[in-house]
């Protein structure tokens, strides 16, 4: 089946800028939205950025006009630039999507998460 992997994570300092990248593997008749989301330590799952499959997107409060999530379809990954980067930005990233599937003779919907990639904001 599809999966998602992740890379692009790390330790940065503060002001710092990172990318991280999510690429879906596996049989793919289509990918519908995908995202990214983050959990710092100690708190819940937090969605962070979204962008569906006509490259509308939507960003959480804390991150707009620093982080930008974009796709490269042909690729079938999503990406998330990050710009001045905060010690609260630091967390697991999650990416995800909403893939179609061929499964036998039909075709199977359904989200799919990558592992997570850590990213760290310190001085």
């Known amino acids: 089946q599809a999966q998602l992997v992740e890379s692009g994570g790390g330790w940065v300092q503060p002001g710092d800028v990172a990318r991280l990248s999510c690429t879906a593997s596996?049989?793919?008749?289509?990918?519908?939205?995908m995202a990214w989301h983050r959990q710092a330590p100690g708190k819940q799952r937090e969605l962070v950025a979204s962008?569906?499959?006509?490259?509308?997107?939507k960003y959480t409060d804390s991150v707009k006009g620093r982080f930008t999530i974009s796709r490269d379809n042909a690729k079938n990954t999503v990406y998330l630039q990050m710009n001045s980067l905060k010690p609260e930005d630091t967390a697991v990233y999650y990416c995800?999507?909403?893939?179609?599937?061929?499964?036998?003779?039909?075709?199977?919907?359904?989200?799919?998460w990558g592992q997570g990639t850590q990213v760290t904001v310190s001085s």
């Open positions: 596996g049989p793919i008749f289509s990918i519908y939205a």
């Open positions: 962008i569906t499959s006509a490259n509308s997107t």
């Open positions: 995800n999507a909403d893939i179609s599937r061929p499964f036998g003779m039909a075709m199977s919907r359904r989200d799919y």
